[in-house]
């Protein structure tokens, strides 16, 4: 084969593997919500590939907010065929690096236990929304701060499953 026909070949066979593929693609969403005057604005991830209803998973962040290590396992959940919303506790989507800053919205967040519940289960009732989640089969993941909203909750909502 000379390089004419053996570039023409690897084309077609390029081409040929893209006309038979089905693409999908990520999908993420901001979802705002509001808690009294207070805009919560959590994260949407599903892979648009998946069809039906499927498992949705509230993702509640750490101390640190909705932030890259949120992001990342929202996106790994819903490459594996789930519907991910991650929870804003704080409003406006705020996430810190800054030790002090997170622990001053912990603390503020976590001494108001009505407004922290509250919270969780405002974004709880956005994942429920959403068209392609099946309300019936929900769970809830989260670490530190997002582990103990998770638990709280699970005994608030009797939608939870895991």
Do not use: C
């Not at 993420?28 to 892979?47: A, H, M, P, T």
């Amino acid at each position: 084969m000379d390089f004419i026909s053996m570039r023409q070949f690897l084309i077609s066979i390029f081409l040929l593997a893209l006309s038979s593929h089905s693409f999908s693609a990520m999908q993420n969403e901001e979802v705002s919500y509001q808690d009294g005057d207070v805009s919560l604005k959590g994260k949407l991830f599903y892979d648009d590939a998946y069809e039906g209803k499927r498992t949705g998973i509230l993702v509640m962040p750490e101390k640190w907010g909705v932030n890259d290590f949120a992001i990342l396992k929202a996106e790994m959940l819903a490459e594996n065929g789930y519907v991910a919303l991650i929870a804003d506790l704080y409003g406006e989507g705020m996430n810190s690096r800054k030790v002090e800053e997170a622990d001053q919205w912990k603390n503020k967040l976590t001494s108001d236990d009505k407004t922290w519940v509250k919270r969780s289960q405002l974004a709880l009732d956005q994942l429920l929304a959403q068209k392609n989640v099946n309300t019936n089969n929900i769970a809830v993941l989260g670490l530190n701060l997002g582990g103990l909203s998770a638990l709280k909750l699970a005994n608030e909502s009797g939608k939870i499953k895991g």
